[in-house]
């Protein structure tokens, strides 16, 4: 049976009314990067770090998973094969939606001890202080890869995509490594690979599909489990 890997970006949330990063109005367009999601940024200023997270936290509570979201979790129940979905967001909305996903660059909703790397669930807002349930240090930072800092399960992606039949890229630029890389490691293996987003990013891919992902995504899932299975 096929294996289909997923990889999403902020595109996918957007219509969630979750800001992206890189647009006009994106999140890098109201916040310096350098001051926000940088390990040297947390140590110069972590309540500045802390409020910008805590908000975005309040934005992802109030979010509610879009029709994006359900077609990946039904595509990931029906699909007779597997289905790999990978985010670089933060946000929860696929698990909201039902999905099961690898978050590469960790999740909003968890603390993380930036002592002993224990991980546990992010109250609504948080501070430094807040002491880490293992080992008491008040060093808690947001559970997020920020630059700089080694993304998680990398080494399982890359293995994923090697494996699979299919890679499909839905709402990220593309500019951000080593996630921008898993769609050249899927063409040197041969593996078709298709991105769906607004506009075309300029990635090597074999098929696009261009709109919004609560249009686009729906009607992919549709067309594929409608198809002969091999
Ligand atoms: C729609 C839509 C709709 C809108 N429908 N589409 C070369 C090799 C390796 C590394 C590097 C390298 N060069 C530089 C680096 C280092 C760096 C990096 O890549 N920098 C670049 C800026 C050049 N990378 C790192 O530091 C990473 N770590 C690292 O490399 O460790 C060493 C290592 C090397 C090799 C292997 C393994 C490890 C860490 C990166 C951490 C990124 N962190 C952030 C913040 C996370 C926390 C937070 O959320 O605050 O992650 S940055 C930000 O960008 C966030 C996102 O996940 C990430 C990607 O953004 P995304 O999702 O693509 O969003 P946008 O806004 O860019 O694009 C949205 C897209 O959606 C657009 O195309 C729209 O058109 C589209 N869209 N609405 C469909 N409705």
Known sequence: MQTITILTGA???A???LGTFRSKDGIWAKYDLTKVATPEAFARDPEMVHEFYNLRREACAKAAPNAAHVALARLQREWP???VIVTQNVDDLHERAGASVLHMHGELMRARCSDCDHRWPAPAVMQISDPCP?????????D?????EYPYFDDEISLAVR???????IGS???VYPAAGYAGIAKRARIRTIEFNLKRTGGKFDQGRYGPATETVPFWVDEILRLPKE
Not at 144 to 148: H, L
Not at 163 to 169: E, I, K, T
Request: glycine share 18%; aromatic share 10%; with cysteine.
């Open 81 to 83: 094969g597997e289905v």
């Open 15 to 17: 219509e969630s009314g």
């Open 144 to 148: 997020v890869v920020w630059f700089g």
């Open 134 to 142: 293992a080992c008491g240090a008040a060093k808690a930072r947001p």
């Open 163 to 169: 494996r699979s039949d299919l890679f499909a890229v």
């Open 11 to 13: 595109g996918i949330s």
């Open 173 to 175: 630029s593309g500019q």
